[in-house]
């Protein structure tokens, strides 16, 4: 995730990454990479779920081979995955929402056998699930407050959906410093990676001054950003990072 070329077309700019951890140091060396200052300023995170109970019961028929399809849309899934030690079953097939939760569940040994390959989003995913004519059980362990898209597309294509809250998306209150930076203008860029962050920066951050940039991974987010009350410069063509600051950086690039 560097750039191709030496030219630092994010040079001056400061870029504020809304999440934390590997993710979050990830996308900051890739904005250093651009010429950018990166401030990771995590708006969101992750907690356990509320009712853990219907989640071991969810994941018990999971590797007892009660259903046909697990369809994960997050590495945060594949993380409560791999903290419970599931196990699935062969016969159990696997869809991913797109390429970056494809590879996490890859990395963590678990195959994958269907990634949308033109929209990596929960409508993606719908519009392109492989017709094999087989019929049954679904799970499909989300954020407690996930969008139902993935029940009610797969539900009309004939499948019994079961969704389970897999864990908690909480909110995370920035930093005085960073509130300030936004205010005056020294954020010159926010990266807003979901709906969840859309939403927390509209409440914590606006209004933003009129310089600011907002940058979205994708036309869901996009949306979601434009409904929180957030004006949208940067749409990404695909649901990456990678894809995300390329659209960023064209932006500069044409200013």
Request: net charge negative.
């Given at each position: 995730m560097t750039p191709t070329t030496a030219v630092k077309p994010l040079a001056g700019w400061r870029v504020l990454v809304p999440r934390g951890g590997k993710w979050g140091d990830g996308v900051a060396a890739a904005v250093r990479g651009y010429g950018g200052v990166p401030?990771?300023?995590p708006l969101i995170n992750f907690a356990s779920t509320e009712d853990p109970t219907t989640l071991?019961?969810?994941?018990?028929?999971l590797q007892d081979g009660q259903f046909a399809w697990l369809v994960v849309t997050s590495a945060t899934t594949v993380d409560v995955l791999v903290s419970q030690r599931v196990k699935v079953p062969d016969a159990t097939r696997i869809a991913a929402v797109g390429e970056t939760t494809a590879a996490a569940l890859q990395v963590a040994g678990y195959r994958v056998d269907f990634v949308p390959t033109s929209d990596n989003s929960a409508r993606g995913l719908v519009k392109e699930w492989p017709d094999s004519g087989i019929r049954g059980r679904v799970l499909i362990p989300q954020s407690d407050i996930a969008e139902p898209t993935l029940v009610a597309g797969l539900s009309r294509l004939g499948f019994e959906v079961e969704f389970v809250a897999a864990y908690r998306t909480v909110g995370v209150p920035a930093a005085e410093p960073v509130k300030a930076d936004v205010a005056s203008g020294r954020i010159r860029a926010i990266l807003v990676t979901s709906g969840s962050v859309a939403r927390q920066v509209s409440e914590q951050l606006?209004?933003?001054p009129e310089q600011?940039?907002?940058?979205?991974?994708g036309p869901r987010t996009a949306f979601d950003t434009r409904a929180a009350g957030l004006p949208v410069h940067v749409i990404a063509e695909e649901r990456s990072v990678d894809?995300?600051?390329s659209a960023l950086v064209e932006y500069a690039e044409d200013e």
């Open positions: 401030v990771i300023a071991a019961n969810a994941l018990h028929e606006a209004p933003l600011t940039v907002v940058a979205c991974i894809s995300l600051l």
